[in-house]
């Protein structure tokens, strides 16, 4: 631990854009395709308990709230602003926000900087009203927030997440619905969601610099095409890690892509090379992909972190075994050399032509208690750190495993599948905390919807379950990096080479 | 086309292992445990047309079938006998069938060369007596074969397919039945599936050589862990190529899974530097996991080869067309600058604050027929090669797109969710067919049953569905990287640059 997060200025307003006591949403629509009235019926149908003001001069009424014709015309100065309106009205309207005492606001209109000179022009102008009167802004061209605590939604895509350990920051908002959409699906909850856009006056420093001080975040969870400030992000994230992972996936890292940052949110997607050396000084966990950062997000969540690289391998197959190795080398881990003790324990489990060496091939004849012995002799090992499981199969019940096609999906036969998979990944589970070293589960039946229902069941129960090898590897380096990275701040607690 | 593969003289006995009229399965149990009784039932439950003939020395009768206590006691020559007996026991019982005039062999047996000297030795011994008697083994250590035009299941897993386009050549069991799994899920059908083993007789490049040959097999998946004659893998792949596709996953290309695979197949795996330039050589399409290999395999069924590497990105999210522009150069494929003409007919259909170039993003405010429309003229569009959609949601009715959540996964839901799903789809398919240039889907909902659903239906209206771009770009790269290769064999057809 390094200390706590030092607030900046910004803090106390950070305040009213998270936890507003009451909210104008200017640009609120009574025609139900349009933004304004999306975003005011998520608010509604959010729960958010503050008071809400819908701003349009051309209604009465909307959704059932009394409408306002102008900022100036609300009864109250409320604490934020959520903006919905075209552009070229933007900064007439924060002119008026100013005027009121308004303090937060999220420009979600798009058409700014990232549309070219005009808009640039128009963005500058933008920040600068907003300054001069003291206000924040998130956006423009974005989504809008999501802050579980006070139940607010105001956003653009139906995303209602049950709190939770997740902090989310994304400059795009497609992004982050898909990030959400991929919690929300697995019960797995958010603490504040930040569709961040052109991030022309908030960068995404500053609400990583909130969510390190932010209780409710445990994780969190971005996706970057460029920064503003390299140095300040290079900074404040080098204070967070410590405390919070960041898991981070940068995009427009080819040219190609870079040139469609640009386009995009006006993002300068920077050197990749730079970036990278930014990742490794700050602590930062880089993935590749969306998969893969869902995947580093949630392990984070339900395993220990491993104490060194050491893998060891347990397979039913000897192709996903080597399989399994390549994807261990591949990712920067090494595969465990096993102890002379845990090889003479294997000896006692398994049958004689077992592989006699990691990966551990069981091939045919190893089932359900000779499966969870064998999990537990190579936990114990001690030149083990984690343990990549390549087939659930021999774990579980043999009838099972022999019914499991396409017909076998209905009623009866999901229930004794789920039953069996529970049991199984219930008492992994125990192992994983009796040992505290992660085990991950790499392995599918190759019908959708049973390993749609298996990798369903391995969250509920804390076992991350990917399709390949290749995914559990990147988790676990993932994993492994950020423990060293960690450990060597505190060297007291050092893991093993 | 380059002319027919010249068939070796181990032709005729290809035959007999593939169609045989008369199998012995030496080793039959009537122990449901073991090997022997569940091949058993596989042939049986499998439909096998031919004769039938158990052997073991304790049994009168296995599974309603008479048994016969050794193979000199069989009342005819079977075609083909396929043992399951423990290895020590194999050289002997191959003299039996040497004497008996057995001429083809699956020796599913393991405890060969992979165990290390002993098992070597008794493995060149019993390829020492099949090559004097004349005969040709599959093995050891293996699965078994399928061959579905004469419902031939002599296969350890219950992989019940239907004939189709597929020929699968696997040195590991466990990787045979996970790809034949995936294909059986889609309703995909195989020709002939060989999990090949140790293949201490029969090489992976004699599979290849007869699958090239082979009428019901279009397109070849295969699984390889080493070769044992590269020189002559290479001559016989050059010839298979120009006529059919070959898909490889090769395995042990780090040091740890070398390792590995030496203890799993006896393989030597060799130079990965080799491999790649044998790959490029002779037009084999190398894939890097077992999620590439069915795509690549499935795609190349369902899609036509692109004629280029040029790549229109279709997105309504920004964020997305960032990570497809960077999927497309990651995977040596370039984003299409879109021709004035095109850029034209997009301005006619999209709103103004349209991307104005590739990556296509409509943002918001694109619905249905307009979002056909673009997949036409970006189709259409002379330096375009092929088309990947980031996101359905605009396509399909605004109704389905707000309910498509956890709860909304019951009956009526789901089907019609499938409806304007198919229809979609099926519509996109017919674009495909028109202007013979590749789609593919990269996008989920990010619910996992409703994810399983969308990829089962695109798979039937045969439009590609993954979950990230990166899967649709090595996709897209794999198939115009072949379709460049073949182009430049027969240079009337080249592909544009």
Redesign the interface.
Known sequence: MVGLIAMSEKAPKFELLFNPGSLALIGASANP?K?GAIILSHIINGGFKGKIYPVNPREKEIQGLTAYPSVAALPEVPDLAVVVIPPSSVPAVLEDCGRKGIKAGVIVT??FA??GADGEKLEQEMVRIARREGMILVGPNCFGIISTACKLFSIMP?LFSLPGPFGII?????????IA??L??KDLGISKLISSGNEADLHCEDYLEYLAGDKDTKIILS?I?GFRDGRRFLEVAKRVTPIKPIVMLK???????A???K???AALAGSDVVFASACKQAGIIRV????ELFNVGTALLCLPLPRGKRVAIL????????????A???AGL??ARLSEETMAELNAILPS?W???N?V?M??GVFQEDVMKTVEVLLRCTTVDSLMLL?LVPALP?NIV?GA??SSLSGEAVRTLDDALSEVLARLAALVNKHHKPIILAW??????I??RL??VAYQKGIPCY??P?HATAVLSSLARYAEYRANLNPASSPQA
């Open positions: 395709y933004w798009a058409g990232e549309v139906p994304s400059q795009s908002g497609n992004v982050a619905s898909s959409s991929k929300i699906s996706y095409e995009a427009g890292y080819t040219a190609a892509g040139r469609a940052a386009s995009h949110t590749r992909d969306m998969d397979t039913a197959g000897g192709g996903w075994g080597v399989l399994g190795a390549d261990c080398a591949s090494n595969v032509w592989s006699h060496g990966p091939d091939v045919a087939n043999q022999f096609n396409k599918e039946f190759g019908f959708e919807l390993d749609a990798r369903e399709p390949l290749d």
